[in-house]
């Protein structure tokens, strides 16, 4: 049983950028961040975009001209979001999809998040899913996904029980009453 991932000698190495990016006040980290990785954009014309808030991480888009066409994902991680998700295995995961085609390109890693490449594309509703054509490509990349052997051939190592023991460690035991 593996309890690695194993990333293929083709991935691009993951550049660390000695940056934070504040959550409240992101723009002067992001620019910093697109200093380094699209060094001949100018920083009065960079525009950002900030898509809809996930449950624990900020997502920002950055961005020069009229339309979003090379658009840097800036991934901010959400407040203590370290004691459930191994940052260094998601970075890993990361460089196993896209070395399979089956992930953007990932630019950076940052103190606080990391820089990813922005895919054109339209979010699934139910009514889309169900179409049989639509539901068709799902299971056929679903395959891919499951076909990739990111464990150098030895059978994975579920660490489900792992990650919920800490979940639950993180939970206060006992909670006082509020008056109503």
């Not at 009229?66 to 203590?80: E, F, P, S, T």
């Not at 890993?92 to 103190?111: D, E, G, I, M």
């Not at 509703?125 to 464990?151: K, T």
Request: contains cysteine.
């Amino acid at each position: 049983m593996a309890d690695y991932i194993h990333v293929p000698d083709e991935a691009p190495a993951v550049p660390k950028i000695e940056v934070t990016v504040d959550e409240n006040d992101y723009r002067p980290g992001a620019l910093r961040l697109m200093k380094e990785l699209r060094p001949n954009w100018k920083p009065s014309e960079i525009k950002m975009k900030f898509f809809t808030d996930g449950i624990t991480n900020k997502l920002l888009g950055c961005y020069v001209g009229a339309v979003m066409q090379d658009v840097v994902l800036v991934r901010i991680y959400g407040n203590k979001t370290e004691l459930l998700v191994d940052r260094e295995n998601e970075v890993k995961s990361f460089r196993v999809l896209h070395a399979h085609r089956c992930a953007p390109s990932l630019y950076c890693t940052f103190n606080n998040g990391l820089c990813y490449e922005f895919l054109q594309g339209t979010a699934l509703e139910p009514e889309h899913i169900r179409s049989q054509p639509v539901f068709r490509l799902i299971a056929r990349q679903l395959a891919r996904y499951h076909a990739i052997h990111a464990h150098n051939g030895w059978v994975p190592r579920s660490d489900l029980w792992l990650k919920m023991g800490k979940y639950f460690a993180l939970i206060s035991k006992c909670f006082k009453e509020h008056d109503r």
